[in-house]
């Protein structure tokens, strides 16, 4: 897992693939706060945009992912 910071644009992500893989899909599982997916349906990363203000509260929100998850390597 890696987690990126850009304070330009106060944007957090959140990666469990390798860094630049492409989605093929995103759903937004809380306002401002999108999930990508590969074509396999396995998760890539999370984006928080506005993180200074949305990690400022707390937040939670749910991911539904296939049993088992594979993380890559």
Known sequence: M?????PMRDLLYLWFATP???AA???TVSPGVHADF??????????V?????VL???I??????????ALPR
């Open 2 to 6: 890696k987690i990126e910071y850009d």
């Open 20 to 22: 630049g893989a492409k």
């Open 25 to 27: 899909r995103t759903e």
């Open 38 to 47: 590969d074509r396999q349906g396995r998760i890539i990363g999370i984006e």
């Open 49 to 53: 945009l506005d993180a200074s203000e």
């Open 56 to 58: 400022h509260e707390k």
């Open 60 to 69: 939670q929100f749910e991911v539904q992912l296939p049993t088992p998850v």
